[in-house]
């Protein structure tokens, strides 16, 4: 904290210098006054952007602590309290964060760290008020029917008080849900409310994508979103699940191409949580499948053609597969093949060898000529845009696969030893060239 606000403290030193340097260029003819106005506004509104930021975070932070001070402080005298005492304390939160949220809109609604702090105090506030009641009058429940109505309590906050803090707690919460009915509670109750669920920040979030693109908050979905389909993707799973490996692909497939869509391209690699969840994602399982167990048990299972197709694993690797495929069609119209990214045709590549591995041995071979042939184009690529990052990604899937291949095959230590040798031996070269072909063409 202190090393941010020194540099905070450096930047705003180093700004106004340049402010106070700018009449003298106006004077010496290096810029005209028009140009100096532009150049005062734009720091002047960068500083600005800056502070708000950081009273935005400590907003935030401010709320939800004071928040949680509130219960433990109650919560240490609970046992002393009459029930009639218990209950007022039970709604006090919730009337004060209601409080909070009217005085936002009426006097601070233009505020974003009003608007966000107050949002996060009154979304706690609900789920404590909740759990309060329940335990003063014994109201039976389990966790999931808490916070399925926690969340859906809390769903209209997003949208009355335009907060994207409230959608980022509002996703945390349903991915919990579904986690606690589709893997905790299984085979007990399902988790298919969690996509409606979903939807209903749709149109928050495409708020932001129109009027904050670049926005903190528009990052953190950026990553969140994904992050939490993929670890629910699995709940669907039944009676068929070989199939969700085709499910999962498909999906890692489709927001890896979201990823490379213009408007993620654009922005800087680490807030595209698409594309880097997508190509790690895909690489990641195609490395577990590079072993022969899945396949194994793939060619045992002896799936009946009506069960399969009337299963949900099914028209789930269906409707992603078609999404995915569709995807890919769009943005190839504009492109060239040698514009394709390595990871892009995967999941139909994979779909293939899923049915060869239905009576074949040979898909285990195929998976491991993909994972390398995806190495050696990622390598490829990387030189052409003469990018170590993508470069070294590419040694690094070959090296992952050669791991992966010295625990599950009988070769000897010494073939193993040359192997990881020459993977060694092929970072160096590679990144020796790479630079060397950068020093040639400065």
Known sequence: MRNYLETETQIKNKTMNMIKDIPELVNAGVISQETADKIRTYYQ?????????????????????????IILIIAHNWDELSRTTKTLFAFLPLLVGQVLCAFVLIKKQDSVAWRESATAFLFFA???????????YNIPGNLSTFLLTWMLLCLPLIYVMKSSIASLLYLIGITQYAAETGYWSYPSSES?????????????????YKKKPESNFM????????LSVTAILGTVAKSTSELMFVAYISFLGLIYLIGELDFFTKQKPRNNGYKILGFLGTIGLLLALSFDWFWEVLRGEGFLFNDVIASPEFFASAILSLLAGGLLVLQLKNKSLNDMKPIMPVFILFIITFIIGLSSSFSVVLINILVFAIGILTIRDGAKQDSLGILNSGLLII???????????????????????????GFFAINYWMLKKRKLND
């Not at 298919?192 to 149109?203: D, G, N, S, T, V």
């Not at 990052?219 to 994904?226: R, Y």
């Open 45 to 69: 509104e960068k500083g600005g952007q800056s502070t708000n930021r950081l009273f935005i975070v400590f907003g935030i932070l401010g709320a939800i602590l004071v928040g949680l001070g």
């Open 219 to 226: 990052i953190f979905h950026n990553w969140l979103i994904p």
């Open 192 to 208: 298919y409310y969690y996509w409606l669920l979903l939807l209903a920040i749709i149109p928050h979030y495409y708020t932001l």
């Open 126 to 136: 609900v789920g404590a008020s909740i759990s309060l009641v329940s335990q003063i």
């Open 399 to 425: 090296t992952a696969l050669v791991i992966c291949r010295f625990f599950d095959t009988d070769l000897s230590f010494v073939i193993r030893g040359i192997l990881f040798l020459s993977v060694g031996i």
